[in-house]
C-alpha cells in the first residue's frame, strides 16, 4: 500500500524490535476481542434462529450473545478497530520495501471488519426493538387500531434483524479469515516471492490457523458469556433458574469441547512453522499454553459439576494468556525470518540520519570501532573459544595472511558465511560500511602479531 508506505519512518534495529512486543500486544488484544465477537454473534444469529417466539429461553440467550461485549460503541473502537490499525502500521514499518502484499491483505480485511461492526451494532438494536414491539402488540391488543401499525414496524424490525445477523457473521468470518491468512503467510518470508491471495486464504498453514481461532473464539466466548452474566453480573440480571440452567450448560460443555480440540490446533501449529523460525521460546510458549489450557479445562468442569461459578474467572484471565501465547508464537515466528530485512532497514536508518544531519551542516559523530565491537561481538566471541563462537585471537591470521586483510575482514563483517560447522552461523550484525571498518581496524590493531 503506497500510501501507508509514505508514512513510515526509518528507524533503528533497536526501535523495530521494540514495534515487535508492541504487536504481541496488539495481535492479544485484537484476537480476544474478535474472538468474543465472533463467537458471541455466530452463537446469537444460531439461538434467534432457534427460538419459537421472542420470550423463549433460546431468544433470551440469543439477546444476551449479541449484548456480550456490545454495551457501548467505544470497546469496538478501543478493542477492535485500534489494535487492528495498530498492527497494519506495525507490519507496514516492519516489512518497508518488501516485495509482499501483507499490509494490503490486511488492510481489505480491516474494511470488512468495519463494515462487520456496523452490521453488528444494527442487529443487537434490532434484536431489542423486536422484543420490545412483541410486548406492545400483546398489551395493545388485536383490536386495537394501531395493532397494524405495531405488526408493520416488527416485521420490519424482524427483517432488518435476520438481514444484519446473518451479514454481521458473514463479513466477520471474511475479516477474520483474511487476517489469520496475513498473519500466518508472514511468518514464512520463503512463500513470499510466489505467494498470491490463494496462499494467504487457502494454504494449509492458513486453513489450520484460522481453524484453531475459530475453536479458541468459541471456547472463550461461552466462558466469557458465563463469566459476565452468571458470575460478574449475575445479581442485577434477575434471571430465572430454568434459563440459568439451560444457558450455563451449554456454555461450559461449549467450552469444554473447543477447550479439548483446542490443543490439538495449537501442537500442529508447530509444523507450519519453518525450521529455520523455531527456537525454544517457541517451544516454551506452546507447552506453556498447554499447560493452562488444562488449567482452564479444570475450572471449567469445577463450574459444571461443583456449581462454583466463582471458579468461570480464572478460566476467563487465563484465557486470555492463551491469547498472549498464541500471538507471541506467530510474533516469534515472523521475527526470526524477518531479521535480516530489520538489518536492512537499521542500515538505511543509518545513512538517512548522515544525510540529515548532513543537511544541518552537522557532522556525524565519529566511530568508535572498539564501542560497537564491545557491543556487537565480544558478547559471543571472548577471550577463549567457547560453545558460541571462536575466540578472534585463533582466526586472525588467516585475515592477515591474505593481500589486503582489511577489505577481507569487512567484507565477512557486512556479509558473514558459514566457515567452521562447529560453530553456527554468524548473524549480519546490519552495520554500515563505515562501522565495518571500524571494527575490522580496531580488530586488526588488536589481535594482529607482533
Given at each position: 500500500m503506497e500510501f501507508l508506505d509514505k508514512l513510515v519512518i526509518p528507524q533503528p534495529d533497536y526501535n523495530l524490535n521494540l514495534l515487535n512486543y508492541f504487536l504481541i500486544l496488539g495481535l492479544t488484544i485484537f484476537l480476544a476481542y474478535s474472538g468474543v465477537l465472533f463467537g458471541s454473534m455466530t452463537l446469537s444469529v444460531y439461538f434467534r434462529n432457534k427460538s419459537k417466539k421472542a420470550t423463549d429461553n433460546n431468544a433470551k440467550l440469543s439477546r444476551d450473545y449479541a449484548d456480550l461485549i456490545t454495551d457501548?460503541?467505544?470497546?469496538?473502537?478501543?478493542?477492535?478497530?485500534?489494535?487492528?490499525?495498530?498492527?497494519?502500521?506495525i507490519y507496514t514499518q516492519l516489512l518497508h520495501k518488501q516485495p509482499v502484499a501483507i499490509v494490503t491483505y490486511l488492510t481489505i480485511a480491516f474494511l470488512f471488519y468495519l463494515i462487520s461492526l456496523l452490521l453488528v451494532h444494527k442487529y443487537k438494536k434490532s434484536l431489542h426493538l423486536s422484543l420490545l414491539f412483541s410486548a406492545l402488540k400483546n398489551k395493545v391488543g388485536e383490536s386495537d387500531e394501531v395493532s397494524a401499525e405495531i405488526e408493520s414496524l416488527?416485521?420490519?424490525?424482524?427483517?432488518?434483524?435476520?438481514m444484519t445477523g446473518t451479514w454481521s457473521v458473514v463479513l466477520l468470518f471474511i475479516s477474520m479469515w483474511i487476517f489469520v491468512g496475513a498473519v500466518t503467510f508472514a511468518m514464512n518470508p520463503d512463500s513470499w516471492v510466489f505467494g498470491n491471495s490463494l496462499t494467504?486464504?487457502?494454504?494449509?498453514?492458513?486453513?489450520?490457523?484460522?481453524?484453531?481461532?475459530?475453536?479458541?473464539?468459541?471456547?472463550?466466548?461461552?466462558?466469557?458469556?458465563?463469566?459476565?452474566?452468571l458470575y460478574w453480573d449475575a445479581e442485577r440480571k434477575h434471571y430465572t433458574e430454568e434459563y440459568v440452567e439451560y444457558a450455563k450448560n451449554f456454555n461450559l460443555w461449549l467450552a469444554l469441547v473447543t477447550g479439548l480440540i483446542l490443543p490439538i490446533f495449537i501442537v500442529a501449529s508447530l509444523f507450519i512453522i519453518p525450521k529455520t523460525s523455531l527456537n525454544p521460546q517457541i517451544f516454551a510458549a506452546?507447552?506453556?499454553?498447554?499447560?493452562?489450557?488444562?488449567?482452564?479445562?479444570q475450572q471449567i468442569y469445577l463450574v459444571l459439576k461443583g456449581n462454583k461459578n466463582s471458579f468461570i474467572r480464572y478460566a476467563f484471565y487465563s484465557f486470555i494468556v492463551v491469547f498472549f501465547l498464541m500471538a507471541f508464537i506467530d510474533k516469534a515466528a515472523f521475527s526470526v525470518g524477518n531479521r535480516a530485512h530489520v538489518l536492512v532497514l537499521d542500515q538505511e536508518y543509518k545513512v538517512h540520519k548522515e544525510e540529515f544531519l548532513a543537511s544541518l551542516g552537522i557532522e556525524a559523530a565519529p566511530i568508535d570501532g572498539a564501542e560497537i565491537y564491545t557491543g556487537r561481538c565480544a558478547a559471543c566471541h571472548r577471550d577463549e573459544d567457547s560453545p558460541l563462537a571462536p575466540a578472534h585471537k585463533n582466526i586472525m591470521q588467516k585475515y592477515l595472511d591474505q593481500a589486503d586483510?582489511?577489505?577481507?575482514?569487512?567484507?565477512?563483517?557486512?556479509?558473514?558465511?558459514?566457515?567452521?560447522?562447529?560453530?553456527?552461523?554468524?548473524?549480519?550484525?546490519?552495520?554500515?560500511?563505515?562501522?565495518?571498518?571500524?571494527?575490522?581496524?580496531?580488530?586488526?590493531e588488536k589481535y594482529s602479531t607482533k
Open positions: 457501548n460503541w467505544i470497546y469496538s473502537f478501543g478493542l477492535g478497530i485500534v489494535p487492528l490499525l495498530s498492527i497494519i502500521f416488527n416485521n420490519s424490525t424482524n427483517t432488518t434483524k435476520g494467504v486464504l487457502f494454504s494449509g498453514a492458513s486453513i489450520l490457523k484460522f481453524l484453531q481461532f475459530i475453536t479458541a473464539a468459541l471456547a472463550f466466548t461461552a466462558i466469557s458469556f458465563v463469566f459476565r452474566n506452546v507447552l506453556l499454553s498447554l499447560l493452562l489450557l488444562l488449567v482452564i479445562l586483510p582489511l577489505t577481507a575482514l569487512v567484507q565477512f563483517i557486512q556479509n558473514p558465511t558459514p566457515v567452521n560447522p562447529q560453530w553456527s552461523p554468524m548473524p549480519n550484525q546490519g552495520l554500515t560500511p563505515q562501522e565495518a571498518q571500524a571494527v575490522a581496524e580496531y580488530m586488526l
